[in-house]
């Protein structure tokens, strides 16, 4: 595989109502791993497994949502063609100087149709995945909290979903791989797109609330542990939303809940693999409950409405 | 991610001592679907989930033994572009008219440095994954045997390890994940490669028998799952090579057994994703039995003496 | 451990609304082995892992709910013990002829406070587990739909609670493994009680509606297989009611649905072993939600009024 | 179930040849809690989730072994007759002072025919199960190490068999749930019996060597959980004797590995259920191989020559 371009979600800003809260969250109950703060307080975090220096920052704001979503490029080479590509498909970008996030490059700026503002970056500092990478041990023993791998992918709601959807396959190199129809059999209600052999990277759904988000998700590696994590989840009486189940959509597991600001977390796992030969699953609108809650299949009226 | 030129193995041609006892062994016991024989007899299969029409062929033959091992590539300009820049690099290419393997295009076939032929094509038909593509159940109730979900690498010997590892990373785009040294500290006595996500889809050691397979591996979804091909194999009094245990190269959980004709087959499931951003982890000549057999902590004689 | 007297549930005898939907269900969904019809039309079941001839039996009826539960004794000489014990109780027996249920001998019949007709019987047949007892295979390769271990508990509703609570510890031997408290803090709302090492084989529940079922509980391996009955749940269109979930009350892990006729079952697995010399675990009335629903901690609405 | 004798293994006294190392060994790799140090300078040790004082404890040795192995039966009546019923066999009993072991009442000593010291108790101090009685949570969440449910089955090797089976029988109300035959077809080579519901709570070997211990053996939850053990015992570097692996007999699954001193234990999970009414399962002499390690379907020379 032609290994150039948009490899995977690399980090994403939150924005927290009460920051210490929200590193006693994602620290004990999520069960990151505290990668320091900066000059303007924000608050860094890595799974465990992940060997870049960060993928999750919290910012203290008066309102809960996502400032940004950023990928990962294989080289400075992609980040600069792909800069160039996205002016000429009528994109503004704009540079982030390297060092604005520790431990990051240079990363260029862009907001989508559906209003959420992306990045591209081709730097971060490996900091290592606990086991390191000479004859390294198997597990991490010991973990506690959810401890998921990594961050996995968003999901986030706007109005010009064909526009995102369009930026993110012509020019950012997505496929889709799931597509969720409206009930006139021909408009994506919403798309599940992937930028590797994931079933997805990055989720966009039609809703008239620009810039919303509605879920940032981590990955776990067995159903054992989205069990686990479940536990954990009322061990510390984490606001639950849904969960454990499996979706229809991508056919992976997963629990949805909230952190302590209200932005909806998923623990995820499993589902299938993609390549970009296949082709994509179509849901009808009257099959959608099924799809997105595969047991219950019907959509709760929370799952509909809350997005930060 | 930029996903043009090789994206997964697609199939493999494999040689074996009575037809008739192999099919009923892959329908039966390592649960694949028939798919079919051609006019010169070979035997089809497909792993129920995946949609190409095959990805396994049988070939009665005197001695056991793969004779070629093929990737898919993302389209035919791919395959175009990857003929010459094979050529390019010294390699002859042969082109294999469309239609020679049942429902697959034109292939473009080669031998690598070890010794193997390889083959790569654009097009295979795709004929379904028992769960359709339009509201989709999630899993396929009733399997049986084996049944894994995919062909996923081949672990292949022979003698010019360096050349066919720099082939398929110079030419075919391929990454190392991980290396294995030799006592020099410095040699390759193994490399595992991905095109993909994947932490191997190819792995190459250094072997004076030219051209042999240590195994072809198909994929399982957990590791309860690997339990149960362990307990299959023994119903079906399958010979067993190892397993079930955990790799420590890969991280995977793996089984390795023997199909009627002495070809060893691993059954696989997990690992880490990889990405080409990520360093190799590397493995020491004395950390190799950790390395292979991750609980053991030692290779056994007939893991290193089998290939075929 | 003195192993005389009650040691398990043996049987129960369903009512259905439509008895060859039923049998459908409860072959192809349910995934248990048909073992014959009686000369009254009734349908008999077991799962492939039990040893006795069955241990569900469907009768057609106009309306749903269970005719009867059975625990097996130990032999003979506990039957009869038991008869007079129960009789020096004060509770009413009748005897009903060995052959009134296929391959089942004879049985004590007797109602207890909460209106429910309970049989204890000492004989059954012992058709085989589908794996024999002399050099058996591990497992049974090809289970189709839920495919559940064995019959494992009851849940049933009347307004006599205390009364059927102290027949089954005094006279019958049980033990109370755990009691949720009515806001009183002192009346038993619920009791799970065990005759073995479960940590239950019957739960009643202090409701109105004398003589209900709320469900029949089936046994399940492991957490996965708890993921596949909910496949298989949603593939065969099955109503759902709540689930994969973890309960606080016994720590195992359960879905609950609905037969054709309304009537919910359990798939259960997990939870903890119970020994006699344990103190109960108690639940308070705030904490009702969590003990039955821990992932959720709230009881829905369908669980709490849906009986038969 | 009569709940009335022997109930289950209570606790064992294991020779070690270095007290602080093995300390550490079974305090973080085997991951019990340790629960204080007697006047004698004895370690004493529980399993997280058990609610007795202490299953385990270590006395400083010149050689390894186990000193005693003790039941708990369910009251001081029992523990009285049960006595009682041993002179009458003519076994003779010694009575030991309670508080002569830690929180344990009065102990009930008797050496059986394969040269074994057991014991009987009826009083342990409860001292809680890490999740209370009162509402619980379901898990206990940062788990290190093995980390096992309890303290689960011994098997212990010695020449009179028949003698020791006899007495648990005859005495002890224990029941063979499986029988592994001599090339006779007639005597037993092992037995397996349980005093409850689980497939064994002792296994007998015939060995020329009595008095000795082949391993002991905790239970884990689910198999994940024993590939975490075995995750565990490589990270440790711990020495290694079989597994991960299925059992033909009681079906369940394990690992074999050594303690710093030498002894074998085991970490078991799964399995079935066993009752007092169902006739054993029997293996036959060419099949002790499949019987013992289900998936190599050979012995290995280390699991039959070494006990300590």
Chains 1, 2, 3, 4 share one sequence.
Request: with cysteine; proline share 3%; charged share 25%.
């Amino acid at each position: 595989m032609a290994l150039t371009g948009v490899i995977r979600p690399g980090h994403c800003q939150l924005r927290v109502l009460d920051l210490e809260r929200s590193i006693h969250f994602y620290t004990h109950v999520m069960g990151l791993k505290p990668m320091g703060r900066d000059a303007s307080g924000r608050a860094y975090f890595k799974c465990l497994d992940e060997r870049d220096h960060h993928s999750l920052i919290l910012r203290q704001a008066d309102r809960a949502g996502m400032d940004f979503y950023a990928f990962k490029v294989s080289d400075v080479a992609a980040l600069d063609r792909l800069e160039e590509d996205l002016r000429a498909y009528g994109v503004a970008t704009e540079r982030i100087p390297a060092g604005e996030l520790l431990e990051t490059g240079e990363r260029v700026r862009f907001r989508v149709p559906t209003g959420h503002v992306f990045e591209l970056y081709a730097h971060k500092t490996d900091v290592g995945n606990e086991m390191g990478y000479l004859n390294p041990e198997a597990i991490i023993d010991g973990r506690k909290g959810i401890s998921p791998i990594r961050l996995d992918h968003w999901q986030i709601h706007g109005n010009d979903l064909d526009g995102s959807r369009d930026l993110f396959c012509k020019v950012l190199g997505f496929t889709v791989a799931e597509r969720a129809l409206m009930a006139d059999g021909r408009t994506d209600m919403a798309v599940w797109m992937s930028c590797s052999n994931k079933a997805h990277d990055i989720a966009f759904v039609r809703d008239a609330r620009d810039d919303t988000l509605h879920h940032a998700s981590f990955l776990l590696g067995t159903w054992e542990q989205v069990l686990k994590a479940a536990d954990v989840i009322t061990i510390h009486r984490v606001a639950m939303d849904m969960g454990p189940m499996r979706h229809g959509i991508t056919k992976g597991t997963t629990i949805y809940a909230f952190d302590p600001s209200g932005n909806r977390f998923e623990t995820f796992c499993g589902g299938y693999d993609f390549y970009p030969d296949m082709q994509p699953t179509v849901w009808t609108w009257e099959e959608m409950g099924r799809g997105v809650f595969y047991h219950t299949r019907e959509l709760n009226e929370r799952f509909l409405s809350v997005v930060t």
